[in-house]
């Protein structure tokens, strides 16, 4: 029997199923927060219903091997995305949303070029 994703021959309607899915998720995220709940909020944003959906579409475009370094990936990217979170929660009420935001991606870009040149030196 084919997986699902297989009888979607058009690459195009797949990637407006995914992007209806990733949609989803971001929609619910924004209801919960703007209601005063917070925590389920931040709760769906952390659940790893993307990253589930993420690596099953990964492996279904590209295989087990690509679903490997996707992973490698997100644990690189994990301490840059902490200290991203960090920057937005600290400078929020100090800078305004919109500078903590900026400031937040720019710290994440940063750090996450870095760990990738220290990374690619160890090999």
Not at 7 to 29: H, K
Not at 40 to 60: E, H, R
Not at 75 to 89: A, H
Request: charged residues 10%; proline residues 3%.
């Amino acid at each position: 029997m084919l997986p699902a994703w297989q009888y979607m021959e058009s690459f195009g309607l797949r990637l407006v199923i995914y992007f209806i899915i990733g949609g989803s998720v971001t929609a619910l995220t924004a209801y919960f927060a703007s209601q005063g709940r917070g925590m389920l909020s931040a709760f769906i944003t952390t659940l790893p219903l993307l990253t589930i959906f993420s690596f099953l579409v990964i492996s279904a475009e590209g295989g087990s091997q690509t679903v490997q370094e996707y992973a490698r990936s997100l644990l690189l990217f994990t301490p840059p995305w902490v200290c991203y979170v960090l920057v937005v929660l600290l400078g929020t009420g100090r800078m305004g949303i919109i500078r903590s935001l900026v400031l937040g991606v720019l710290l994440f870009i940063l750090l996450s070029l870095l760990l990738q040149k220290a990374l690619s030196g160890q090999r």
